[in-house]
């Protein structure tokens, strides 16, 4: 049997030819394979590759290069975005836990908004805050994956420092309606960061019009490297934002480390592809999803999750009932799918991205991922189909 | 191109052959894989004729991720057909089905089926799927009664 059809873009995508190219031309002694913190030729010809790559992924987002920061990925940006903003804020000094009056409960240090279906990045993020003695409200989404703006502004408290939402959710592909959601924050003068990872390369995203203070992305949901991403900071948040890193002041103090010239590069380009070639793309991918939820919506019991209009190209989540779901996916050994996120796939917990939209356990446990990308074919969707309808049919029929 | 990844090509100096996803290791194992592939198994029993009986038991619950009930069409001591319907794992599934090849013409009392610990072992199923196993095992005691599996070891 050949290699599975792959269908999981939203969990990682293969690294472009042309910037595996780009990226080998930044390794070796014939390359640009300076420290970009050097003051010899072979480190100025290694900072003028990191800011091309620094223009060039700020084009695909709509942002000033110089408001760019180059990080390990998106992880790394939610963590720095979140914690950096939370320690930062001016109203937010003291010790963790410090008490305020003797005997008095420990102060409040300050309050973040975020959502029960963000990434575990986010969410994991906002949990340590809670430990430091930071107060966190996870808002609900409604059934479809999505969080109303109002929800948002009746969670905002005078301490609020910062609210976190993601733009696409990257288990349903979900788009949030973050330009209201930054119309709320702004009213009251509190941060907004978005977590980017699902969106940017799939839909045209423009941070100043979304009203981003922060936004996270990384190279390799969009055809670029592993181990490389970026966070935009608004001019107006960046004094707050405190380093987690220390040590060399790259990136203007605010992410020490040497930079990863051919990472760097890597995505770079990658942004540079990605937005030349999401005109065509992003139809594509969605004519694709249609098809494949045409093929799969005629099986009995087959659920979409998530809004069906608001939502990425290229992301389709679907639950059938009666279906063990790691049945399911060990059955479909010609497919590469996920059965959730990737970065949740270890547990046997259902997800609990699909919990807040209120399905049942065994109705989240049975879900399947589709993500599409630039690879895939008409002929793959119907595999996939055919695939899917033989599999959860077996199991339906061998089941009590 | 199409949507196969194509992998497994020669890598630059190292000069080995990448592991390509088709030849990655199945983390099912073999044992298991080919019984879940092939659930012949699994089903309903056929109705008893004269001098047969069919015996049935079933536990766990949907809800909780396994659900398991056997059903055993006996004749003359013997069991002459074994049937299944599970919902769970891949484990689950491919365990129902291993054992109701083996308790096909067993002769009652069925002495020859050990214990789930066992049955991991011979099916090289990882230990954290032991509850899972559990709950067939139930099933099996719950069909066979008095005529079951040697008795549950005792406190």
Redesign the interface.
Known sequence: ???????DYAATT?VDARVAAAMRACLTVRGTFGNPASGHAYGRAARERVERARAQAAALIGCPAADLIWTSGATESNNLAILGSARGAPGACGASGARGAKGAEPAIRGHIVTARGEHKSVLDACRALEREGFAVSYLLPDREGLIDPQAVRAALRADTLLVSIMHANNEIGVVQDIAAIAAVCHERDIGLHVDGAQSVGRIPVDVTRLGADLFSFTAHKLYGPKGVGALYVAPARRAALQPLLHGGGQERGVRAGTLPVHQIVGFGLACELAGALLPAEAPRLERLCARLWRGLSGLEGALLNGHPVRRVPGILNVCFA?V?G??LL??LTEL?VSSGSACNSDS?EPSYVLRALGR???LA?SSLRFSL?R???A??IDTAVAAVRREVR?LR???? | MSGRATQGRRTGGAGRRARSPARARDPLGEAVRLLFSDLRHAGEVRSARAAERVLGGEAGRTEHGTRVRFSLRVAAGRVREARYRAYGCPYTLACCEWLAGRLEGARLPIRTLDEPARWALALSIPPERLGRLLVIEDALRAALGAEALPPEPTA
């Open positions: 049997m050949g290699a599975p059809i792959y269908l293969p009666g063990e790691e049945s060990a059955g590469a046997e049942d356990a065994q446990q990308g690879a895939t074919r002929r793959d077996r029929a061998a089941a009590p």
